[in-house]
């Protein structure tokens, strides 16, 4: 397909467009692979395939396929067409399922008419030995094909008609009397080919077995079935291949067209806009629409609470408090708070100084997600799957939203170890730390210091012994000042060093916040908005491509 549609650039002449049709055809197509309809994207696929393989061949012939129902006069025309009786007529008409072709002009001819799948049996040059009359040049560059009968009891008459009508740069349909308002041509190939109708002539035969006062009707009631089908720029030829009646006029036409150069172009045209057109009515015309900021938002904050978030952060703030506290209180009393559980270990969030450790643990012990959660989370996925769609064709409303719950299945795990991979930052304790946790000993060696002393003069007195004078610092003797001092700041550092845990605790608890929600941010941008912003890159891809091919 590469190679083909590489080809066909090559090819692309001044002035045309078809290479960069048929490229924009393909890409549609591949964005469109397991979002449109699978038979709509193959024949898309098939489609962008075929022009390419015509026009990289012969420029100079142009393939006219006859075809007709059984009956019609369709092998008639085109022995008529052709000047010999190559096709067998009425009851001598072969059961084969192959077309015949005959060719004017050979240079060329070979490598279409191996591609359009005509054995050489089958095949015909028209200024071969077989030729009796010389004739002008009108059509040299015309293979004329004719088709097996569209309506023929054989499933392999049918199969080659389907074929052929696909690769044929010009059709010829021929209509009979009897017939010419049969469903099976109408619906089966004229009104799905109305896109085609520049490429498309309607010949009406055996017009002498009707009589001359009825032929006028005849062929406005042809005209006003093809006006239905949607083919109102369709000429109608009525002819007597039989009798030679209307066959120069039809001769004149193709001639016309081959000698314009526009058929081949036209059918490829034809080809591209026509499965385009219905692609994007597939698609549907919406604009790809942004991601809403305030959705994925939403959804994060879902996501967050089902972790556990705010269970978390709350055992930070709690465990700093703990720590922070075990640190900077009164020492004397501090070791009983190392009877308390710690919050995060209880979480199996914190084992150690190193991130390594705090994510040590394969699975948490957070509290399960709740039913109530959940639903909040489908609920979000959802909303911003459907924002997301809005204005898209249901396949691809679908796709976005298939796209948005295709992960969800990972998403506890993922969001598990997201939270116990994070590091929370918390086995360090600030500087100022150490600072309290000295002084609050210096305070005590003062208490202690002063106390004692005070003691001792106690003693000294109560045994009358003379007592060694003591230094006054003020109205305060100094073993009371140092005792009283010593409590009294103690006292003060302790409510200070509260104040600054309380505030180090939210901090802590603040910052923890924001990098779990940051890992929560990664799995939701990672299980849903970028396969939703997978989607909708392939949308606006292919509603590129379509428009390209639709120009």
């Not at 142009?62 to 009851?91: D, P, R, W, Y």
């Not at 900021?293 to 959804?299: E, G, P, Y």
């Not at 990672?526 to 997978?534: F, K, N, W």
Request: with cysteine; hydrophobic share 45%.
């Amino acid at each position: 397909m590469t190679s083909l549609l590489e080809g066909a650039k090559k090819l692309v002449t001044r002035g045309t467009d078809i290479g960069a049709r048929i490229t924009a055809l393909e890409a549609a197509a591949q964005a469109s692979r397991g979002r449109l309809d699978d038979a709509l994207v193959d024949e898309a696929a098939s489609a962008s395939g075929r022009a390419a393989g015509r026009l990289r061949l012969s420029a100079r012939h142009t393939v006219v396929g006859i075809a007709g129902a059984t009956g019609s006069g369709k092998s008639s025309t085109f022995n008529a067409l052709t000047g010999l009786e190559l096709s067998a007529v009425g009851v001598r008409r072969p059961t084969t399922s192959w077309a015949s072709a005959c060719v004017w002009g050979t240079e060329g001819a070979d490598e279409l008419l191996e591609w359009l799948g005509i054995p050489a049996r089958h095949q015909t040059t028209r200024d071969s030995m077989l030729d009796t009359r010389r004739e002008d040049t009108a059509m040299d560059g015309v293979v004329l094909l004719d088709l097996p009968d569209h309506d023929s009891t054989e499933l392999s008459h049918h199969l080659e008609v389907d074929r052929l009508v696909q690769l044929v740069d010009m059709l010829v349909w021929v209509l009979d009397p009897q017939k010419y308002a049969d469903a099976a041509i109408h619906d089966r190939y004229l009104k799905p080919l109305q896109t085609h109708a520049a490429v498309m002539v309607v010949v009406l035969n055996q017009i002498d077995t009707v009589p001359e006062d009825r032929r006028d009707s005849m062929v406005s009631d042809v005209r006003r079935l093809l006006d239905q089908d949607g083919l109102q720029q369709v000429p109608i030829i009525p002819v007597s291949a039989r009798h030679g009646i209307g066959m120069p006029e039809l001769r004149a036409e193709i001639s016309r067209r081959v000698a314009d150069k526009q058929a081949t172009r036209q059918r490829l045209e034809a080809d591209l806009r026509g499965i385009a057109a219905r692609m994007q009515e597939a698609s549907g015309s919406g604009k790809t629409r942004e991601l809403s900021a305030k959705r994925v938002a939403d959804l994060e904050d879902s996501l967050a609470d089902a972790a556990g978030v705010p269970t978390v952060v709350d055992a930070v703030e709690r465990s700093t408090r703990m720590r922070a506290g075990r640190a900077t209180g009164w020492p004397v009393v501090a070791w009983f708070s190392r009877l308390k559980p710690d919050p995060l270990k209880r979480l199996h969030l914190d084992l150690g100084d190193s991130a390594e450790q705090l994510s040590g643990r394969s699975r948490t012990s957070l509290p399960a997600t709740t039913p109530v959660q959940r639903a909040r989370v489908d609920t979000e996925v959802r909303a911003l799957a459907d924002d997301a769609s809005a204005g898209l064709g249901r396949p691809w409303a679908e796709a976005v939203r298939r796209a948005s719950t295709s992960r969800l299945p990972d998403l506890n795990d993922r969001l598990d170890r997201a939270v116990g991979g994070t590091d929370l930052d918390i086995a360090k304790m600030p500087w100022w730390a150490g600072a309290v946790r000295a002084l609050q000993w210096v305070l005590i060696a003062a208490a202690v210091l002063g106390g004692v002393w005070l003691a001792l003069l106690a003693v000294l007195g109560y045994l009358q012994v003379s007592e060694p004078s003591t230094p006054d610092i003020g109205p305060l003797a100094l073993p009371t000042l140092l005792l009283l001092g010593g409590i009294l700041l103690g006292l003060l550092l302790h409510l200070v060093s509260r104040w600054l845990v309380a505030a180090t605790a939210r901090r802590k608890a603040h910052a923890a916040d924001q990098r779990l929600r940051a890992a929560v941010h990664e799995v939701a941008d990672e299980l849903v908005v970028q396969p939703v912003a997978a989607e909708l890159a392939a949308y606006t891809q292919a509603r590129t491509h379509l428009a390209t091919a639709l120009k």
